[in-house]
């Protein structure tokens, strides 16, 4: 992303690891956010959390929250700055019913539309190389992006 959006974006930290029970691995999120904050250097700068999850191939309704929306909200009340805090759950996950009515969910990995949406939310302005050829909808995403009512 760095490469093509002429803006530098690093990932400093990440969770430990653990497993794909899903409210503990909710739980890990939840305690790197506040332990992340509660440590970082410079606390006086806003704090955006990007989680790239499958979740284990399973929507949000499964582990407790209605949406991806709730899920950050939820996430971002761990964080020690909750007003200085916004977190993003690009959910690499995908569901759909086969021609024979089959129910299929597939964990789907970072796709294209998937690391667009994560632009939308790192950048401060949208509209570098990837999101130029993106099939999310911009409505959708500006959105998505949007910070987080306090």
Known sequence: MSKHSETPITFDARTKPGGDDLKPRVELIGDFVREYSKSRPRSDRHLRVLVLDDFAATPPEDFGF?????????????????????????????????????????????????????????????????????????????????????
Do not use: I, N
């Open 66 to 150: 209605q949406s991806c929306g709730h899920l950050e909200e939820y996430l971002r009340k761990f964080s020690f700055q909750p007003k200085q805090t916004s977190v993003k759950v690009v959910h690499c996950y995908e569901e759909w019913t086969a021609d024979m009515g089959e129910h299929v969910r597939v964990g789907s990995g970072l796709t294209h539309d998937k690391v667009c949406e994560a632009e939308h939310f790192l950048l401060p302005t949208p509209g570098s190389f990837f999101s130029r050829f993106s099939t999310v909808d911009s409505q959708a995403s500006k959105k998505a992006a949007a910070p987080l009512s306090e």
